[in-house]
Every structure is written in structure tokens, then in C-alpha cells.
């Protein structure tokens, strides 16, 4: 999570949001989400599990989000 | 059937006392000072289970004492501010500029070490990544919205 935020921190083109799925079961089901942590850009399911900065990076800055 | 939960949570302080000193030491050292805004607002229907467990006010209590421990964190609560749909919310704003940060439900449990996390990095005056993914960020040329889902065990 902390990842996220510090991107948003980064950048101004960037917001982070943690979402307690389950406070919001009707959200956390239309985006999928079985595990924590599950990570969505702009409203599109990606990725499960926490992973290293570069990593990260690599997956949110990926071309399919241009 | 009501559960007790909130007879025995009223009693239950947010930050065990030994991590306290520990904790304000860490606030205090913050460059910027950091607002916590409480959104509250209509909420979804909790699962079955979350029994009367009153999410907008543990939020509530959660933030207010996370302010209490330093002068460098101050909170406030808003009714349904601009651009938030889920409620209860807490924005974490650097300065008191909302830059996109936000937590939505209640920060109990882990869930907690994720809100102080924000606010101390919200309280750098650079944020703690490498050199290389902050040129990449920096470089972005579109708007990313980062969504984290999370639970508080």
C-alpha cells in the first residue's frame, strides 16, 4: 500500500486509495478481488500480493495504461 | 442478536501505551505537518458478521487519536466532501493539499500501520523512493488511479 502512496506522493498524475474490501463487498466483487493485497489501475483489476518497488513500477507504468 | 463488540471496543485504546512514546517521536520529526480529514456519508451494507461495529465512528476515534499524539497531525471531519463516494474515508493531505491520497473504510488493526505509514511519508518533503522511480514518475504523461484493496487481518 505504502508503494502506491508513495507514487501519488511522486507524481500529481497520480492517486493512490487503499479500499477495505470488507467494508465494501459490492466493490471488492466487481473488481474481482480474492486476495489482499489486490491492486487495480484506473478501475481495472491487475495484480495480487505485494511486490518490490521496480516491480511495481514496471506493472503500474505499463504501456496498456497510456 | 446484537454482539458486544462495541461495548468492549469503547475501552480498547487505538495505540497500545508502550508504542506511544515511539510513535510521537516519529510524528513529531515529520518536515510538513499532515491533515486527516474523516469523510463520512452513507455507508454500504456490512456483511453479515460486522455486527453493530459502528465503522464511521471507529474511524472517527482511530484518526482523532493519531492527531492527539503530535502537532504535526491535525484532523477534521466533513459530511460527503467533493470526489468521495465510499464512506467512511480518511484523506491523508501533505500540508493540507489533497493530492490524491485516500483510505477508505476503517484503518483498524494492520490496516492502521498502512494510515501512519501515509501520514509519515505524507510528512516527508520528498517522497522515500529510489532516484530511477522517481525520474519515472516524474516522466508519467497520463493520470493513474492506484487502488489497493486490503483487509484489516
Known amino acids: 500500500m505504502l508503494l502506491a502512496y508513495k507514487a501519488a506522493l511522486a507524481s500529481p498524475r497520480v492517486t493512490a486509495a487503499a479500499i477495505e474490501a470488507g467494508e465494501f463487498p459490492r466493490l471488492a466483487d466487481e473488481m474481482n478481488v480474492w486476495a489482499v493485497p489486490s491492486i487495480a489501475v484506473n478501475g481495472v483489476p ?6 518490490p518497488e521496480r516491480v511495481f513500477l514496471d506493472r503500474v507504468l505499463a504501456p496498456s495504461f497510456a | 442478536m446484537a454482539s458486544h463488540n462495541v461495548d468492549r471496543l469503547a475501552f480498547m485504546p487505538v495505540f497500545r501505551p508502550d508504542e506511544e512514546p515511539r510513535l510521537r517521536e516519529l ?4 518536515e510538513r505537518p499532515v491533515e486527516l480529514v474523516v469523510a463520512l456519508g452513507p455507508e454500504e451494507t456490512p456483511l453479515p458478521g460486522a455486527g453493530d461495529f459502528d465503522f464511521s465512528a471507529e474511524t472517527v476515534k482511530i484518526v482523532e487519536a493519531l492527531a492527539s499524539l503530535s502537532g504535526r497531525v491535525t484532523s477534521r471531519i466533513k459530511q460527503q466532501p467533493d470526489g468521495v463516494t465510499l464512506f467512511p474515508a480518511v484523506l491523508v493531505l501533505p500540508a493540507g493539499k489533497d493530492v490524491g491520497l485516500r483510505y477508505y473504510g476503517t484503518p483498524y488493526g494492520y490496516e492502521l500501520a498502512s494510515l501512519f505509514g501515509a501520514v509519515l511519508e505524507a510528512g516527508r518533503p ?6 530511477e522511480s522517481l525520474e519515472r514518475l516524474a516522466a508519467l504523461d497520463r493520470e493513474l488511479a492506484i487502488d489497493v484493496f486490503v483487509t484489516p487481518t
Open chain 1, 46 to 51: 491487475q495484480w495480487d500480493g505485494a511486490v
Open chain 2, 126 to 131: 520528498a517522497p522515500s523512493l529510489t532516484a
Open chain 2, 27 to 30: 510524528l513529531d520529526a515529520m
